[in-house]
């Protein structure tokens, strides 16, 4: 049987997963009777809840050729936000080609480019499929020609930008050669990845080696260690070694368990050779970017490098009056361990503990990366106190600051694209590229500052009436480019504790817009509305009625409140200012100041304009 490996790469959004799925049925791989989700490679619940791929996960489809040739092709699905571009990093390295899927309206996008830059400087020769081509606004001609603009500015070489094209629909299940087909199966597809992707090309005759690319943890195994053996066999209860990237030994055993994939399964096998994608435990402290291999070999096979965190917030211990009423994983020796096991599963975060050993500062690639964190670990049954994100800060050859800089790739209604510039120029963007994209839609691509994008997202959303599509890619390290306005608008903060109160709540209302309804409660310092001023306002959520011995006829007891504005997590984190945090529990996101007594608040802001 050959074998082939291959990673399909996306954008956000542009039907990766479903034709996994199809891939799947139609190799056979499952009954016709079988019942299976939709999207099954998106196991994990924030994925099938947000509809995006976060963790890269490797499967196998073994496909009989209509001339009845057997291959076993190893995919890998990758995550298509730049966010998760750690995952993306380590498993190319395991694959010897890729499918780059692209949207026929919507074309390359910055994910895309993002990964694909990956790929192409590994030497993998891709296959261009365009996918929904029965989309009713589809552009297939002007998307192929943005994909070969994108090799080329990714400096792809001869053989690279001779790529073969595939016309498919993923949710119907079909790929073809030929633009026009709209039916049909996806045998096309499966013949090119034959044709097309080479053999590993490995020496299965050395001695074993193998690139742990991804960890996890299994109740009954222990640590599993996931990557593909680059040379070599490996059998069962083999004696092994880890060694790390400078070549010293780590730790010494065997492996106790070799497992293959086979759909979305894990099967345990005897053997494995070199070319095979697998799973491997029976090691305590090895991790990602260590060499696996016979205790023979000394020399560590070389990982690629991991582009560094841009952004970090910090996880302090909730101390917060409601600390410990709704969370069972409350102390700092948990959230460390938590962090910890993070960390070392995920190259791209990096975790510093503070002085005081109460807080944690989390870096990693992007809001939505340490969102996805946030919310693990407060279903996890952790409560955290999260400061505003900031950027990390470098510095060029003249030691002048410099800061990270993002491209965005802004598709919005024509009627708002002046709207849309205009607040982004605030911010420091530069605009580089303007045009009309179809459907009385313009695309306007910025260079902008990480820093002046924190909390924009959701004013672009108001701005664009929630038309408008964002989408960002960190760039490069440029120079400083001085104060950012932040929110323009202060805060309503109770002045105590208690419950909220209608009587109370309706007057506040002409004051701005309230973050918490009638019940709720409350603790001095914590945030209850927004201030429809710049200043913060201190205010009573709480004070109910006088009761006097005369009665009125009611109606001014009848009060109607609007529906309060509910921020999502990762809306509560970009919206905070630096004085600020959002407390987060299994149950409840809040916010609060980061000193609720009035007085330190006060003190704190005499001393910082000092």
């Known amino acids: 049987m050959s074998l082939r490996n291959v990673a399909i790469i996306a954008h956000v959004d542009h039907g990766k997963t479903t034709l996994v799925d199809q891939l799947f049925r139609q190799s056979g791989t499952f009954r016709d009777n079988q019942r299976i989700e939709e999207r099954a490679m998106d196991s ?40 998760f571009g750690g995952e993306v990093e380590r498993i190319l390295s395991m694959v010897d080609g890729v499918i780059l899927l692209v949207d026929s309206s919507e074309g390359a996008m910055p994910q895309t480019k993002f990964v694909t830059g990956k790929a192409l400087a590994l030497g993998l020769r891709p296959i261009v499929v365009v996918n929904k081509v029965d989309r009713p606004d589809e552009r297939i001609q002007e998307v192929l020609d943005e994909v ?13 930008l001779d790529f073969p094209v595939l016309y498919a629909s ?13 039916s049909g199966t996806l045998i096309p597809m499966f013949q090119k990845i034959v044709d097309h992707v080479p053999p590993p090309a490995l020496d299965v005759d050395a001695p074993f080696t193998f690139l742990v690319t991804l960890l996890d943890r299994d109740n009954f195994l222990g640590r599993v260690l996931t990557g593909r053996v680059t040379s070599g066999r490996v059998k069962v209860n083999q004696a092994i070694h880890a060694l ?36 491997l435990a029976g090691l305590a402290v090895a991790t990602v970017a260590n060499t696996i291999a016979d205790t ?35 102390t700092s020796r948990m959230i460390r361990d938590r962090l910890a096991r993070e960390a070392e599963s995920n190259v791209a975060i990096k975790v510093t503990e503070s002085a005081d050993k109460d807080s944690f500062e989390v870096a990693g690639r992007g809001e939505l990366q340490l969102g996805v964190l946030i919310e693990t670990m407060r279903r996890e049954g952790y409560e955290l106190g ?16 410099t800061e990270p800089y993002e491209t965005v790739v802004i598709d919005v209604d024509e ?7 205009e607040k982004m120029n605030i911010r420091k963007a530069e605009m580089t590229d303007m045009r009309p994209s179809g459907g009385g839609k313009t695309r306007i691509t910025f260079s902008a500052p990480s820093r002046g994008l924190i909390g924009y997202h959701g004013e672009f959303l108001s701005d664009t009436r929630g038309t408008g599509i964002m989408n960002r890619l960190f760039e490069k390290y440029g120079p400083h480019k001085g104060k950012i306005e932040g929110r323009k608008n202060g805060v309503l903060i109770s002045n105590g504790a208690g419950e909220a109160n ?43 009625k006088a009761l006097t011995n005369f009665r009125a006829s009611g109606k001014d007891d009848a009060v109607r409140l609007t529906p309060p504005r509910r921020l999502t997590l990762e809306q509560a984190i970009a919206y905070i200012d630096d004085d600020e945090m959002v407390e987060v529990t299994p149950k409840s996101i809040r916010l609060r100041k980061r000193w609720l007594d009035p007085n330190e608040r006060k003190r704190q802001s005499r001393s910082k304009a000092a």
Not at 65 to 76: K, L, M, W
Not at 148 to 160: G, K
Not at 253 to 260: C, D
Not at 509 to 536: F, Q, S, T, W
């Open 170 to 182: 993923g949710r119907n299940g079909y790929a073809s050669e030929d633009p026009s087909a709209r």
């Open 502 to 544: 209608a009587y109370a709540l309706g007057p506040l209302e002409e004051r701005g817009i309230l973050m918490v309804g009638v019940g709720e409660a409350l603790y001095e310092g914590m945030i209850v509305g927004e201030n429809a001023k710049p200043d913060d306002l201190e205010v009573n959520p709480m004070k109910s």
């Open 296 to 330: 023979s070999v000394t020399v560590p096979i070389q990982a690629q490098p991991i582009d560094p965190p841009t952004l970090s917030m910090r996880f302090a211990v909730n101390d917060s009056p409601m600390a410990g009423r709704e969370g069972s994983k409350v």
């Open 386 to 401: 999260i400061s505003r994100p900031r950027v990390l800060f470098g510095e060029d050859e003249t030691g002048g600051r």
């Open 44 to 83: 994990n619940d924030l994925e099938k809840e947000r509809g995006i791929t976060i963790l890269a996960k490797p499967t196998s489809v073994e496909w009989v050729s209509p001339t009845g040739e057997h291959t076993r092709i190893n995919i890998v699905d990758t995550p298509g936000h730049a966010d």
């Open 415 to 421: 009627e708002f694209s002046g709207t849309v510039v």
């Open 244 to 279: 790390d990237m400078d070549g010293n030994v780590i730790e010494t055993g065997r492996a106790s368990k070799i497992m293959s994939f086979q759909g979305l399964e894990r099967v345990p096998v005897d053997e494995a050779k070199a070319g095979d994608i697998i799973s």
């Open 148 to 160: 070969f603009d994108l090799f080329v500015s990714l400096e792809a070489t001869d053989e690279q």
